[in-house]
Nanobody
Framework: QVQLVESGGGLVQAGGSLRLSCAAS????????MGWFRQAPGKEREFVTT???????DYADPVKGRFTISRDIAKNTVYLQMDSLKPEDTAVYTC??????????????WGQGTQVTVSS
């Protein structure tokens, strides 16, 4: 089992920044790729970014160049640095552990999510 706990969400003005954290415990954190997904009200959950054990990354086009994923193996934590935020980034952001893929079904472990709200 892997337990994931997100933190760092909140309210920010458009153009601002937030840094999300996802702390993992349980089975070996480094064995898994870590991903971030988001879900806005009335919309489907969508892929945001993922990072694998070798620190290779993949980003969805809407966040490319604005968001940065990183991981600290020693701290069992993955981070999502979000810059130049837009109102359309408003969503519940959830981290997940699994395979280095864009599809949610490739991730077997999920956190509870943290709300990010970007005001215009």
């Amino acid at each position: 089992q892997v337990q994931l706990v997100e933190s760092g969400g909140g309210l920010v003005q458009a153009g601002g920044s937030l840094r999300l954290s996802c702390a993992a415990s349980g089975r070996t954190f480094s064995n898994y790729a870590m991903g971030w997904f988001r879900q806005a009200p009335g919309k489907e959950r969508e892929f945001v970014t993922t990072i694998n054990r070798s620190a290779a990354t993949d980003y969805a086009d809407p966040v490319k160049g604005r968001f940065t994923i990183s991981r600290d193996i020693a701290k069992n934590t993955v981070y999502l640095q979000m810059d130049s935020l837009k109102p359309e980034d408003t969503a519940v952001y959830t981290c997940a552990a699994g395979e280095f893929q864009r599809v949610a079904s490739s991730y077997g472990y999920w956190g509870q999510g943290t709300q990010v709200t970007v005001s215009s």
